[in-house]
């Protein structure tokens, strides 16, 4: 469930990004569309507690986040929040197994091998656990970066850009790996996006089980 009224938030300097309310129920889609600059990425990042607004309120899986902060909004982020940024930001120097102890270890859960195998096998990835990320392509690098944000079964599940630089069946596969894997925990999925191709891939009524609600920031008010 995600909940704003009336947020906003500005860069030093910068002008003020506003964005519309939205009402995102459990277990539902939203995809966030709207051109690049006009503040998908930012919108992103208050419900994930990485930044506060500047102004408005938000609830983001029953935790109100304004009052939320540094230490507490970390360790709220590490179980409520599964984040697939447009950079995946796999370690180098660890294998894809050890990429997801490091997750399980941010969010303050013992290691636990059965899970991350679980994790991995849910997105074809298992036999890429002893990995490097630079011995994976694209596509790999992406599951194992999707295994890693949802590997603490998230409530809210954040795409950023997910499908950009990707072909037609690449980015359709993105998507309906998003898709599939929030269904299957019960998730809420917001997919940031300026390809219009997303909107497209999103069946509106996936078997009457996934809500679908498109947002459209427009450009930034100046
Ligand atoms: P989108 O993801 O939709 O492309 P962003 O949320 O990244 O948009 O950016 C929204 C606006 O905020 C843009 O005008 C961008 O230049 C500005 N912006 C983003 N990040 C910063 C930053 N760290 N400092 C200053 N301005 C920023
Ligand atoms: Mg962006």
Not at 182 to 194: E, M, R, Y
Request: hydrophobic residues 45%.
């Amino acid at each position: 469930m995600i909940r704003t009224r009336q947020l906003s938030y500005r860069y030093p300097g910068g002008p003020a990004l506003v964005f519309p309310d939205v009402d995102v129920p459990q277990g539902t889609v939203l995809l966030l569309s709207g051109p690049s600059g006009c503040g998908k990425s930012t919108w992103l990042a208050l419900v994930a507690a990485l930044a506060a607004p500047t102004s408005g309120a938000l609830t983001v899986a029953d935790q109100p986040l304004g009052t939320l902060k540094n230490i507490a909004a970390d360790a709220w982020r590490a179980r409520a929040i599964g984040f697939l940024p447009q950079k995946l930001h796999l370690s180098a120097a660890l294998s894809v197994q050890q990429n997801l102890v490091l997750a399980q270890w941010a969010s303050g859960q013992p290691e636990e091998p059965v899970r991350i195998h679980e994790a991995l096998s849910a997105l074809g990835v298992q036999d890429l656990a002893q990995h490097k990320p630079a011995q994976l392509s694209g596509g790999q690098a992406q599951r194992v970066a999707l295994a890693r944000a949802v590997l603490m079964q998230p409530r809210v599940i954040l795409a950023d850009e997910p499908t950009a630089s990707l072909d037609d069946e690449a980015a359709a596969d993105a998507v309906g790996l998003l898709l599939n894997t929030a269904l299957a925990q019960g998730a809420t999925l917001v997919i940031a996006s300026h390809d219009a191709r997303v909107a497209a891939l999103i069946p509106s009524d996936a078997g009457g089980r996934i809500g679908f609600q498109p947002l459209q920031l427009k450009r930034c008010q100046r």
